[in-house]
């Protein structure tokens, strides 16, 4: 049972454009949704996150828009950079305390110089 | 280095070897996470682990599979017996008692390859 869905296995964006990348969930118990940066060979890095009390957070080129009706999020890159080719990973918990984290398939985001 | 080390980075065993990953949360952190991913997978929780305590192992496999955090030491995923299927990166991931952002914090993995 795929709890947190990500539809696109890769998106191609040209550099300076916005990237868009998105996520369904299906568990109304969620209320934590975060956004994690993968390069190869590395781990997991955190990159923005937003509770359910709201629709919309900001960090710099990175914004994150939840739709709590819709039980959809997604991530907004403007401007897109070269060095922003990485996989992106929807993740979502109940809670910011002892409960397990989920993770989406991940997007695997190209962008060209 | 205050990070989240795992070792080894690379293990490769042969069918019907133990495998032992080993993962040393930053300081401070005391919950632990195990996460896995298969190749073109995403990553898929396994275990949630505090000092001395298995929170949730939702994600285990029933078999052959087990997970602990001692007092002293670091966590340590062991698998037993492994299989050609149980090739793939394993993420620990540690976290503070409380997380204001939510977020975990990632190790670089240990690739196990299984012959």
């Known amino acids: 049972d795929q709890q947190v869905k990500q539809n696109s296995p890769s998106l191609s964006v040209q550099e300076g454009r916005i990237s868009i990348l998105n996520c369904d969930y299906t568990?109304?118990?969620?209320?934590?949704f975060l956004w994690y940066k993968k390069y190869p060979a590395e781990g997991p890095t955190f990159l923005i996150s937003?509770?359910?009390?709201?629709d919309k957070n900001e960090d710099g080129r990175f914004t994150v828009f939840l739709n709590k009706s819709a039980k959809h999020l997604s991530l907004h890159i403007v401007p897109s950079q070269p060095g922003d080719s990485a996989v992106y990973f929807c993740a979502a918990s109940v809670g910011t305390g002892g409960f397990k984290t989920i993770f989406g398939a991940g997007t695997r985001l190209f962008v060209k110089a | 280095n205050a990070g989240v080390m795992q070792n080894p980075r690379h293990l490769v065993r042969r069918r019907g070897q133990e495998a032992r990953l080993r993962c040393s949360p930053m300081k401070g952190h005391s919950h632990v996470y195990w996460y896995r991913q298969l190749p073109e997978e995403g990553l898929k929780f396994m275990v949630y682990?505090?000092?001395?305590?298995?929170?949730?192992e939702s994600g285990m496999p029933k078999e052959r599979f087990s997970a602990e955090f001692p007092k002293e030491g670091p966590s340590i995923l062991r698998i037993q017996q492994v299989v050609r299927g149980d090739s793939a990166a394993y993420f620990c991931?540690?976290?503070?008692?409380?997380?204001?952002?939510?977020?975990?914090?990632f190790g670089e993995g240990s690739r196990l390859t299984v012959l």
């Open positions: 568990n109304s118990m969620f209320d934590y």
């Open positions: 991931a540690s976290s503070p008692r409380d997380r204001p952002t939510g977020e975990l914090f």
């Open positions: 937003i509770s359910s009390i709201k």
């Open positions: 682990l505090q000092k001395e305590n298995i929170i949730d």
